[in-house]
T-cell receptor, first 113, second 113 residues
Framework: EPEVTQTPSHQVTQMGQEVILRCVPI?????FYWYRQILGQKVEFLVS????????KSEIFDDQFSVERPDGSNFTLKIRSTKLEDSAMYFC???????????FGQGTRLTVV | KNEVEQSPQNLTAQEGEFITINCSYS?????LHWLQQHPGGGIVSLFM???GKKKHGRLIATINIQEKHSSLHITASHPRDSAVYIC???????????????FGKGTKLSVKP
């Protein structure tokens, strides 16, 4: 069964450092998403990506965040200068089209110290 | 105010019991998702529905668009069903033109043997 793959599963970084979270969506999917879940809180939308550009982003997704699909398979989320409050579980998801189910990755747990 | 409300927040059941988790939402939607989040954090999509009822094994999901309400039922519950169950909606006019989701806080289900 096809699946969305995220790496690493857990990343610890120092405050102020840059991190890149990686996702390999399902190969024929066209819509890509990043969500985050701060411990004990609900999942929140960060950004959606379609046709090689951001189609929607939330207030959380400020200038410190960026996304890329550099090679047609990977979909990355970069946080330029991490803050303690960026500590969360980050989920990547992909969809074949708007009317189909989203497939989620297993998440990357980011801990900023 | 949360656009997506789930009840109960926590639910403990005995193995074999019939379980119902409720979701109410306040926005117009194009689809509603039920997701399962395992203790390790990974998210699995259970259902996506926009009308009526869907069944998969022991799981049944229903939605009433007029009442803006959905239920997830688990028949003959088992300890392996223990997880957090999350309701998420794709809102019609939430800038959700590309299908990003609004999540409920989740219902933590614990099924005792």
């Amino acid at each position: 069964e096809p699946e969305v793959t995220q790496t690493p599963s857990h990343q610890v970084t120092q405050m102020g450092q840059e991190v890149i979270l990686r996702c390999v969506p399902i190969s024929n999917h066209l819509y890509f998403y990043w969500y985050r879940q701060i411990l004990g809180q609900k999942v929140e939308f960060l950004v959606s990506f379609y046709n090689n550009e951001i189609s929607e982003k939330s207030e959380i997704f400020d200038d410190q965040f960026s996304v890329e699909r550099p090679d047609g398979s990977n979909f990355t989320l970069k946080i330029r200068s991490t803050k303690l409050e960026d500590s969360a579980m980050y989920f990547c998801a992909s969809k074949g089209n708007l009317n189909t189910e989203a497939f989620f990755g297993q998440g990357t747990r980011l801990t900023v110290v | 105010k949360n656009e997506v409300e789930q009840s109960p927040q926590n639910l403990t059941a005995q193995e074999g019991e019939f379980i119902t988790i409720n979701c109410s939402y306040s926005v117009g939607i194009s689809a509603l998702h039920w997701l399962q989040q395992h203790p390790g954090g990974g998210i699995v999509s259970l259902f996506m529905l926009s009308s009526g009822k869907k069944k998969h094994g022991r799981l049944i999901a229903t939605i009433n668009i007029q009442e803006k309400h959905s239920s997830l039922h688990i028949t003959a519950s088992h300890p392996r069903d223990s997880a957090v169950y999350i309701c998420a909606v794709r809102a019609l006019n939430y800038g959700g033109s590309q299908g990003n989701l609004i999540f409920g806080k989740g219902t933590k289900l614990s099924v005792k043997p």
